[in-house]
């Protein structure tokens, strides 16, 4: 069946290093990669997405790439900051409705 | 001004007992959803409505049932709860192909 490879399953890093986090899918049919941040707590709040017919995205501290030959897409947050310490989920969309998540990145960013 | 509300918030039960989640979207979006959330923090979906029509049923036990009165409104109704359905439950909608939203979801606890 349809799944989605989420790596690592925890992340420690220094405050103001870089942190990525990898992403591998089945479904050749995806054509859409959300990448969700959920806080201790909190609901998986959007944070960037990309869509098949592009190759990267960037918005600030955080960029997403994809491969789709390869099926992998990748989240980079630079100059990482204690509040980006978060549970990271990657997803990839196929058809209209279906959404398969990773399993979760638990972030830390070490003061 | 919530776009995805979710009540009630907490719901502590014993086990056998019967209850019901509600979720409710303003967003004017035509697909709603049922995610799991388990103490790993795994995000399974369990069913989507679009237009009150079900289109995703995953393996779910049939002690669980889902409802869309109308488009803005999805619940969750389980029967004979049991320890293993303590979790959180989030509710998301979305209008088609595009972002998901969810809610701030529902902490269970089964005694």
């Known amino acids: 069946g349809e799944n989605v490879e989420q790596h690592p399953s925890t992340l420690s890093v220094q405050e103001g290093d870089s942190a990525v986090i990898k992403c591998t899918y089945s479904d050749s049919a995806s054509n859409y990669f959300p990448w969700y941040k959920q806080e201790l707590g909190k609901r998986p709040q959007l944070i960037i997405d990309?869509?098949?017919?592009?190759g990267e995205k960037k918005d600030q501290r955080i960029a997403v790439t994809l491969n789709k030959t390869a099926k992998h897409f990748s989240l980079h947050i630079t100059e990482t900051q204690p509040e980006d310490s978060a549970v990271y989920f990657c997803a990839a969309v196929s058809g209209t409705y279906k959404y398969i998540f990773g399993t979760g990145t638990r972030l830390k960013v070490l003061a | 001004d919530t776009a995805v509300s979710q009540t009630p918030k907490y719901l502590v039960t014993q086990m056998g007992n019967d209850k019901s989640i509600k979720c409710e979207q303003n967003l004017g979006h035509d697909t709603m959803y049922w995610y799991k959330q388990d103490s790993k923090k795994f995000l399974k979906i369990m069913f989507s409505?679009?237009?009150?029509?079900?289109?995703i049923n995953e393996t779910v036990p049939n002690r669980f049932s889902p409802k869309s009165p109308d488009k803005a409104h999805l619940n969750l109704h389980i029967n004979s709860l049991e320890l293993g359905d303590s979790a959180v439950y989030f509710c998301?909608?979305?209008?088609?192909?595009?972002?998901?939203?969810f809610g701030p979801g529902t902490r269970l606890l089964v005694l």
């Open positions: 998301a909608s979305s209008q088609y192909g595009k972002t998901q939203y």
């Open positions: 409505y679009n237009n009150k029509e079900l289109i």
């Open positions: 990309i869509r098949s017919n592009v």
